[in-house]
């Protein structure tokens, strides 16, 4: 009753169509990435943490790097699509989900331009070997899978129930997000730690 309650209350918010919807989350996970971005340009130059990466690329450049395992790669990439799958059962990912884009805007944000304010170019180009396949593929499976998971949340806060039909269209949805996920994992088990290898092979090792 008090779910109800509350879906009147925001109504305006619950009759977003869906590409408002995926504006909402694109501006959250844009906020956010702003927000790791200034976070990590106001951070102090820590010589203990660029002693450490730099160590760290140069074991990785003469192939001594220590590679993620199948299960390491699978939590990495599945989690943040997992999380806001499962927070669509609830009218709670109403706020839930669109927190979840902007921390991982903030992350991957935080994380590449610290890369990159550390060592330069050569930073740019290890972030780009280490979060490529997250960005090119994970990002936009998250994107999707949020999105489709928001306009559930909206439909139960407004007290809506899904109708049976929805959950084959849902599937038919989200069924090739499976499968991008699937050649991410894949891509981050062969061709990234290749290319994560050379990258560090031509810039920090001198």
Do not use: H, N
Request: charged residues 15%; glycine residues 10%; proline residues 3%.
């Amino acid at each position: 009753m008090a779910v109800r309650k509350a879906g009147k209350r925001v109504r305006p918010v619950l009759e977003w169509d869906g590409l408002t919807q995926l504006a909402v989350l694109g501006c959250c996970f844009f906020v956010g990435a702003l927000f790791g971005f200034f976070f990590s340009c106001w951070g102090d130059d820590s010589q203990e943490l660029r002693d450490y990466l730099t160590g760290y690329f140069q074991m990785a450049g003469q192939g001594r790097g220590v590679e993620p395992t199948l299960l390491a790669s699978i939590w990495d990439l599945v989690r943040w699509p997992l999380a806001a799958f499962l927070m669509g059962a609830s009218a709670l990912g109403a706020a839930g989900i669109p927190i979840l884009m902007g921390a991982r805007g903030f992350l991957l944000a935080f994380s590449a331009v610290t890369f990159a304010r550390l060592f330069g170019l050569a930073g740019m180009a290890a972030s780009l070997a280490v979060f490529g396949v997250t960005a090119l593929l994970a990002v936009p499976v998250l994107f999707v899978v949020a999105a489709d998971a928001f306009r559930q949340s909206l439909d139960r806060l407004s007290g809506a129930r899904t109708a049976s039909a929805q959950w084959g269209q849902r599937a038919r949805a989200l069924t090739p997000c499976a499968g991008l996920l699937m050649l991410a994992v894949a891509l981050q088990q062969t061709v990234m730690p290749a290319l994560f290898t050379a990258v560090c092979a031509r810039l920090f090792i001198t």
